[in-house]
């Protein structure tokens, strides 16, 4: 019966209480009502009080408590910045923060930091002592402010490629191309460029045919770069004379004869330094204009004859300024 009536009676101390608790629940202010910044460089209340929103999460502190910012003693590096916290007037927390040469900002981030750690860790009472001042730096663990990323300026790119050319000629080829790239709106591109290869020999009948392309082309690009790297994708076209020199026939010609094709690119590049890449990629060509080589007899009467692949591919790399 005694262990009944203890329960019962802790029961009701529990919910006499519960109330004085509620009501025993500080009241909150705004951070700048308790806030009190005078004389401190690069410090306001303003500011401060942005900071402190931030780090504490919340708009309001208990209304008990004050935030004065003071500037400091002197120091051989320079001025340092106190700050005290006061709960029902009493001083409850000092610190001081050593002089240290960083920006008003990250400063006004690191003082913020400061005070709403000791807010937040805050558990002395009425009747302990004020906190010793504590001179060790909390700026070294405030994040440097992060740089904001600068957009890709580039206007113009020039760039020399060394091509490869296994399916463009009658036989693999080497040659050079010399491009302009401009950007008319991110990420679109014009890019213009004149390319040649060097003459490959084929055997045509009984004789030969030193066989070289020249040629201009016009793409449009979507083009994108992010940090070191870098990518396109093109569209465009190409015009040109195909040269052909023969060799080995009774007459002989240097006949130049057109060659028009669409083309498709992929290009990926890497930043070496400011301004400079390196790019390798690849073209895909599908010819609409195909010239045809043909060996005649002296009746006119066609006897050998060859042409270009109807699809062709190009490799390439080169270097890349951009300005």
């Not at 910045?81 to 920006?103: N, Y």
């Not at 750690?117 to 009472?125: A, D, G, H, R």
């Not at 052909?244 to 009774?250: C, F, P």
């Amino acid at each position: 019966m005694s262990g009944f009536a203890g329960r019962t009676l802790a029961l009701l101390a529990l919910f006499a209480l519960a109330p004085a608790r509620a009501e025993a629940a500080p009241a909150t202010r705004p951070i700048l009502e308790a806030l009190d910044v005078a004389s401190v460089p690069c410090l306001n209340r303003d500011g401060l009080g942005a900071q402190l929103r931030t780090w504490l999460r919340r708009d309001q502190i208990d209304s008990r408590l004050s935030i004065v910012v003071r500037p400091g003693a002197g120091e051989p590096s320079g001025p340092s910045v106190s700050f005290f916290i006061l709960r029902d007037g009493r001083s409850v927390v000092e610190r001081s923060l050593p002089h240290a040469d960083v920006g008003c900002e990250q400063l006004r981030a690191a003082v913020g930091l400061a005070i709403a750690i000791s807010v937040e860790t805050m558990l002395v009472t009425a009747d302990e002592p004020p906190a010793q001042p504590n001179n060790e730096s909390v700026l070294d663990y405030v994040p440097a402010q992060s740089k904001p990323e600068i957009p890709d300026e580039r206007r113009f790119s020039f760039g020399l490629r060394l091509l490869g050319a296994p399916a463009l000629l009658t036989r693999p080829a080497l040659g050079l191309d010399a491009e302009l790239a401009v950007r008319i709106v991110a990420p679109f591109e014009v890019n213009v460029s004149v390319m040649g290869t060097n003459p490959v020999r084929t055997q045509i009948g009984t004789g030969y045919g030193d066989i070289s392309l020249v040629a201009g082309r016009l793409d449009a690009c979507v083009g994108r770069y992010h940090g070191l790297l870098g990518s396109r994708a093109c569209l465009g076209a190409a015009a040109g004379r195909l040269v052909a020199d023969g060799t080995g026939y009774a007459y002989s010609y240097a006949p130049r004869m057109a060659w028009a094709a669409a083309l498709a690119r992929l290009e990926l590049s890497v930043k070496m330094t400011s301004g400079f890449r390196a790019a390798v990629g690849m073209d895909g060509v599908v010819p609409f204009v195909v010239p045809r080589l043909e060996v005649m007899s002296s009746q006119k009467d066609v006897v050998a004859s060859t042409s270009l692949p109807q699809f062709g591919a190009m490799f390439f790399i080169g270097p890349q300024v951009d300005f």
